[in-house]
């Protein structure tokens, strides 16, 4: 049986936890998998456990490496996978067992690469806990464009709740960042799917429990707050290699990095934050100047914690007084411009493929 879904599932010590994900994934409603577990150097009973399932289940495909960080076994998997789709499971998460079979109507109806749905924040314990999440904060399914939806770059990555086409990924060159450990190579991952999609569909019912309660989980390791900046070069070299370039994406860019930070900010000890911010400055400041004053991306408080961040006094002070003259309104596909306001110009500027290079 050719697998239509190759699983990746990146394990390293989760043994209370990788049971109730791989009796998840294996009671799927589509069963043309292929659940490829990459031990990634784990000294707990995650081997055993993966070699146990792999002894009954021909659809498990152990693989045992010495510990070489999330974005190096994700790569692997990639590389490995033969199916049709790709997914990445978390080994301490489950999914509900109508994900792939609804996700993977979703790619080929609407002809995209990439399809994603909500998921819960879930505490297990008592009681248990969950709260809804949604790729794009509303509870509507259909194509979302990735160049006019911003809230798609403050909002959890969450790769794991996606099907990817496997031959598109590989196409694009989308991989993991290969930086040690597990330490926001999701982050960079994501941005690159967005972006080399363009469309992509979105569920908005939650098939995925994203477990907010294991004390060895990869969030909250505080260890590793400078490798964001390994994650921003990932980001930047990426765009320039695949010739995406212009005002909106580097406005997307201001936004993405500027969530990272503030994330980055929370985990790192205080003692650290002026030079993490030292250092975001010359991340950012780029992408700030070329996109900065793209409409309809950055919110008008994102663009003054940049403009404090990067900008001189007096390009601030210009900034603000430039913002309380001018605005820009779109709606129904016309825009309406005005300086102080007075109406400048009303109609329809050219069109979106024409006005944007990437």
Avoid at 77 to 86: F, P, Q, R, V, Y
Avoid at 139 to 144: E, F, I
Avoid at 215 to 236: G, H, L, W
Wanted: hydrophobic share 40%; proline share 3%.
């Amino acid at each position: 049986m050719k697998a239509i879904v190759s699983v990746v599932v990146p394990i390293y010590n989760v043994q209370n936890y990788l049971r109730q994900c791989l009796d998840s994934i294996l009671g799927q409603s589509m069963s043309e998998l292929e659940v490829i577990c990459l031990d990634d150097g784990s000294t707990d009973g995650s081997p055993a456990i993966i070699d146990e399932y792999a002894a009954r289940d021909a659809r498990i495909v152990p693989v045992h490496v010495p510990n070489g960080g999330y974005g190096k076994a994700v790569n692997r998997g990639i590389d490995l996978a033969s199916g049709e789709c790709l997914c990445i499971v978390e080994p301490d998460d489950f999914i509900d067992r109508d994900m792939f079979r609804i996700l993977y109507a979703a790619l080929k109806r609407f002809e995209v690469p990439l399809a994603k749905s909500a998921w819960y924040d879930y505490w297990d314990g008592e009681p248990e806990r969950k709260v809804y999440r949604s790729v794009t904060q509303d509870k509507r399914d259909g194509l979302v464009d990735a160049f006019e939806t911003p809230v798609l770059y403050v909002t959890n990555p969450s790769i794991w709740t996606a099907l990817y086409d496997l031959a598109w990924l590989r196409r694009c060159g989308i991989r993991c960042n290969e930086t040690p450990g597990a330490s926001y190579q999701d982050a960079g991952f994501v941005l690159k799917t967005y972006l080399s999609a363009g469309k992509f569909y979105v569920s908005n019912r939650p098939f995925y429990w994203y477990r907010q309660t294991n004390a060895n989980s990869s969030v909250k390791n505080t260890s590793k707050v400078y490798c964001i900046f390994d994650e921003f070069t990932c980001m930047d070299a990426y765009c320039a290699q695949a010739g995406l370039q212009g005002n909106v994406l580097s406005a997307i860019l201001c936004k993405r990095k500027l969530s990272m930070y503030f994330w980055d900010l929370a985990l790192a000890p205080a003692h650290l934050h002026k030079e993490i911010r030292c250092r975001m400055r010359g991340a950012v400041q780029e992408d700030w100047r070329q996109g900065g004053r793209t409409a309809g991306i950055l919110t008008m408080e994102e663009k003054e914690i940049l403009s404090k961040l990067c900008d001189s006094f007096f390009r601030r002070i210009a900034l603000r007084l430039c913002s309380a003259c001018y605005s820009r309104i779109k709606k129904d596909g016309r825009v309406r411009i005005r300086i102080f306001g007075i109406r400048v110009f009303k109609g329809r500027l050219a069109s979106k493929q024409s006005s944007r290079s990437v």
